[in-house]
């Protein structure tokens, strides 16, 4: 019997001994993590004052994906021989000048994708990648400040594709008015006086008008993580079947000496561009009667930095 109370009270000990050593580490563990959190604000507050500084600011960061697969004999899909792939690649860059009365912020979007689907045995079906994502675009801001947070700005602004059908249609925004930069991150242009230039063989659905400009363009790094989000708007004052959106948003979380993963998603509406598509099957379609749906693409792979 007294061996039996014995074992039981060095089993508690141990247990108590045991809970307290627990408790002691979680202790530890949670003074490491404000450790950290204060490291890391005290870098972040560090690299805004960096960001703040006049000069040049220049980087790049996108995304490479790639998926290819071949399969013979494989009698358990509808296709037993088969081969195809997609493969994908962004490019975000920008070139920012900073200086005590004006600021020229310069950035460039690029995603261009490849796609296959090759049935071996079709004859017919071609074997080659065709074109699939096909995005470009570029922009131009220039500001003179009138305060801390505001300025009196112009803005240039290009899009198109440049796989396939270049310049057709091609969209050129030239307007002016004011720029909001409340911080190092975020820039919005708000400029109500926008001339959108529609380049295009098809007049009868392409056309250039007057209107107002919204671009909002958010930039942050958080830690491993780079973050972007542009939102480029133009509402044309003529009829707002002219108007456009694009938005782009793209994430990148760095593992290794600039090297990660990544994600990008974009968002567009133009209603000129579905009408145009909607006229090759249907040629009575009109403005009122196209379905103007969303257009989306997304991308995930390896991230890269510089």
């Not at 002219?242 to 938005?247: A, F, G, I, M, V």
């Not at 990008?264 to 403005?287: S, V, W």
């Amino acid at each position: 019997m007294k061996k039996i109370v014995l074992t039981l009270a060095l089993a508690f000990v141990a247990t108590v001994g045991f809970s307290q050593t627990e408790e002691e580490l979680k202790t530890q563990l949670g003074a490491a993590k404000d450790s950290i959190a204060a490291i890391q604000g005290r870098a972040d507050a560090i690299q805004g004052k960096i960001d703040a500084l006049p000069g040049w600011k220049k980087g790049a960061f996108g995304t490479i994906g790639a998926n290819l697969s071949s399969f013979n004999n494989w009698y358990g899909q509808g296709t037993p021989d088969l081969a195809s792939g997609n493969i994908g690649v962004t490019v975000n860059a920008f070139a920012n000048l900073k200086e005590e009365k004006f600021f020229w912020r310069n950035s460039a979007n690029v995603n261009l994708g490849w796609v296959k689907f090759d049935d071996k045995n079709d004859d017919t079906d071609d074997d080659s990648f065709q074109k699939g994502t096909d995005v470009f675009n570029i922009t131009s801001l220039y500001g003179r400040n009138i305060s801390k947070t505001w300025a009196i700005s112009g803005l240039g602004e290009y899009r198109t594709t440049i796989l396939d059908n270049f310049n057709d249609p091609g969209y050129l925004d030239l307007g002016v008015g004011a720029t909001w930069n409340p911080n190092a991150n975020l820039v919005v242009v708000i400029h109500p006086l926008n001339y959108n230039f529609v380049f295009s063989d098809n007049d009868a659905v392409f056309e250039s008008s007057l209107g107002a400009k919204i671009v909002a363009d958010y930039t942050k790094k958080f830690g491993a993580i780079n973050f972007k989000s542009n939102l480029s708007m133009f509402q044309s004052y003529k009829s707002g079947d002219l108007s456009n959106l694009t938005w782009i948003n793209s994430f990148g979380y760095t593992l290794w000496n600039g090297i990660g993963l990544g994600f990008e998603f974009g968002l567009r509406d133009n209603k000129q561009e579905a009408l145009n598509f909607a006229l090759a099957d249907n040629p009575a379609e009109t403005f009122d009667t196209v379905d103007n749906k969303l257009q989306t693409y997304f991308l995930v792979g390896l991230n890269y930095a510089f």
